[in-house]
């Protein structure tokens, strides 16, 4: 017999225990569908993915290698080493997005269906998943813009110090790169706020999602770092195990390679870089899969953090009795 769960209200007040605890059960609840659809988008997203990811330590390896011989990179193996760097970037953002997509649509028909995620179907789902990868694509677009105008006005500071004096650029260099590192760790955690908002609530535009995504992320910092730091813990543990057969595989190949022993045929075979590769899937398999929890964390963090600062589901109760009194 299925066990009925209670269900979890997304825009409550909770403490730091009923943050966690709302998470995994949510997680508990729902993981048969959840796992369902994950294995249908991102197995096939993993094996791709880990085609250029392998190549690319494939190439870095290599590139060890002929140092150590003191030989030369010939151009046609730099140029597949770059394509597969690159090809892993786009690859691991275009799985993130797509990953993303689907636990925000997830989180949506989730609070929207009166039997949750139960008997649920594709087609229940489709309709939010393209919304949410949509503003998913708008948001990354518009971060990405606006990361690129600060680098711009970084850069022509800096260039403009060095013109005024050399030592005046030495030192704005120095402080540039301090408060680099401080304005990263102060400003990533509130950044966590900007998806569940422009994701979750359909009536904000992307630049009034950041400026309200850093407004409830700057009032719950503690919250949203206790959270991260728990959470990350546990997908680093949960990451360790899935990537532990490709990480001894590609160094002991590394290991038989750079100590010249080529003698051993089997290392260089097809069978041992076909199973390399499978433990390459499994190990983008199990990265993607830490991110479930991640994702669904900070959803929890931001319900209660719209409902600590703004109120909104307290808002939403009232609109929901005014419906039915005027029924």
């Known amino acids: 017999m299925q066990v009925e769960y209670p269900k979890i209200e997304l825009y409550r007040k909770r403490t730091f225990t009923e943050k966690l605890t709302d998470t995994f059960n949510f997680l508990r609840e729902n993981w048969r569908v ?8 991102m197995l096939p997203t993993s094996i791709i993915l880990a085609l250029p990811f392998n190549h690319f330590f494939e190439g ?20 597949l080493f770059l394509v597969s760097f690159v090809g892993s970037i786009v690859g691991f953002i275009f799985a993130a997005l797509l990953l993303e997509s689907f636990i925000f649509a997830m989180v949506r028909v989730y609070n929207r269906r009166p039997n949750r995620l139960k008997d649920l179907v594709y087609a229940d789902f489709r309709d939010d998943f393209f919304f949410c990868l949509k503003r998913g694509v708008i948001m990354g677009l518009v971060g990405l813009a606006i990361m690129v105008i600060i680098g711009i006005i ?27 590192y401080i304005a990263i760790f102060v400003l990533i955690f509130p950044l966590y706020m900007v998806s569940p908002v422009y994701l979750l609530e359909d009536e904000i535009g992307v630049l009034a999602a950041f400026k309200k995504g850093f407004r409830l992320g700057f009032a719950t910092w503690g919250g949203i770092f206790a ?36 003698d051993k045929p089997f290392f260089h075979s097809f069978l041992y870089a076909f199973i390399q590769y499978l433990t390459c899937i499994l190990m983008c398999l199990g990265y993607l899969l830490s991110m479930v929890f991640t994702y669904v964390g900070i959803t ?12 909104r589901g307290v808002s939403q109760r009232i609109e929901k009795f005014d419906e039915f009194d005027n029924f």
């Open 34 to 41: 959840l796992l369902k659809y994950f294995l249908y988008m």
């Open 60 to 79: 870095y390896f290599n590139l060890i290698t002929t140092l150590e011989s003191s030989g030369s990179f010939d151009d046609l193996n730099l140029w």
């Open 154 to 180: 970084v850069v022509a500071i800096f260039a403009l110090s060095f013109a005024i004096s050399p030592k005046l650029g030495a030192v704005l260099s120095v402080l540039g790169v301090i408060v680099f």
């Open 227 to 262: 959270v991260m730091f728990v959470i990350g813990i546990i997908s680093s543990i949960f990451q360790t195990f899935t990537m532990m057969p490709w990480y001894i595989m590609s160094v002991v190949k590394m290991f038989f390679t750079l100590s010249g022993e080529m």
């Open 300 to 311: 929890i963090q931001y319900g209660h953090a719209s409902e600590k600062i703004d109120g």
